[in-house]
């Protein structure tokens, strides 16, 4: 759906579907009427540049699909896509390394789109080494990707206590994000992920409303540790790459699993 060849109207159909919005609801939000809006997705009338913004910015597009919209209507990307190596991107490597040094001593990583490793703290390579997870170093040849280290039966998921409660609310959260997304790259990616996992526990109820912080209780080998988990994102991003980094943050919930991470930081 979100291809570049898909025409305008397709695709504002498409995004007006995935957030559940009436043509009246969106028309208000960009402040058009609703009779231009439909005239917009019928192809009736062509859209400008500045109303391909306006719409992906009442629809809550992230930045790559704003200009998948922007080329199906005609119009050149508005939002560059950069390497977190470039010179001009420095600002925010400085700001990722004084949040994942901040957040010392417990644990903190930085995950892309498809939730692979791209930064992480020193408190975040004890634990995941702690969790047999091979290949954490930055200077790895092929991402850790941390979705498909927690969701492996083989990987960090034997380790995790309150699976039934944890795993399925992993995998509410991978689905969406995924689908907020609108890429069908990434939600093939999670549902593969999720497929090649295997039998995973799923949710006892109805599930609720996806909830800010995830309760993760581990017992590797006897060491018990009971933390929360904080997913958090930039705020205003004007670069696809930091549009898409997801900073998520682990909190001990109790004394024990604090001195471990306290004492671990003092060695």
Known sequence: MTAASARFPTLCRYWRGTRHLSQLALAEAAE????????????????SREMVMRLAEALEIPLRERNTLLNAAGFAPHYRESSLDEPHMAPVRDALTRVLEHHEPFPAVVVDRLWNRIMGNRASDLMLALGGAPGVDEGQQRPFNLAAATLSADGFRRYIANSDVAIPLFVQRLRSEALASGEGAVIAHVEALIEAAGDLPEAAAAADPLLPVLPLELDIDGLQLKLFTVISTFGTPHDVTTDELRIEAFYPSDDATRRFFEDAAAV
Do not use: A, N
């Not at 009779?35 to 192809?43: A, I, K, V, Y």
């Open 32 to 47: 058009i009427s609703q009779r231009h809006l439909s005239w917009l997705e019928t192809g009736r009338s062509r859209p």
